[in-house]
């Protein structure tokens, strides 16, 4: 079974920055698309970011030029750096693999808490 483990989150005021990592294991990593989604308080899980196998990425239009999504199959580790914070990226961010479908979502780690003051 997919064990995922999210870190990095905190409390950060408007335009700062974050860097979240999610690990890996028990799965041959480098052969996933991963991907980032959130959660704010009282809405439906999100797309965030994405990155396939070959290291093409995509992003939802909201985080387009402020957010970066990379990997490093070494570690089995997947990372989003967040710059230019806005309090409306405020939420639980967690990472699964790369889904049409979030039915179709690995079991969901804990998450990590980005809370943006403005």
């Known amino acids: 079974q997919v064990q995922l483990v999210e870190s990095g989150g905190g409390l950060v005021q408007a335009g700062g920055s974050l860097r979240l990592s999610c690990t890996a294991s028990r799965i041959i990593f480098s052969l996933y698309g991963m991907a980032w989604y959130r959660q704010a308080p009282g809405k439906q899980r999100e797309f965030v970011a994405d990155?396939?196998?070959?290291?093409?990425?995509n992003y939802t239009a909201s985080v387009q030029g402020r957010f970066t999504i990379f990997r490093d199959n070494a570690k089995n580790t997947v990372y989003l750096q967040m710059n230019s914070l806005k309090p409306e990226d405020t939420a639980v961010y967690y990472c699964?693999?790369?889904?049409?479908?979030?039915?179709?979502?690995?079991?969901w780690g804990q998450g990590t808490q980005v809370t943006v003051s403005s």
């Open positions: 699964n693999r790369r889904l049409l479908d979030l039915r179709n979502a690995w079991n």
């Open positions: 990155i396939t196998t070959s290291g093409s990425t």
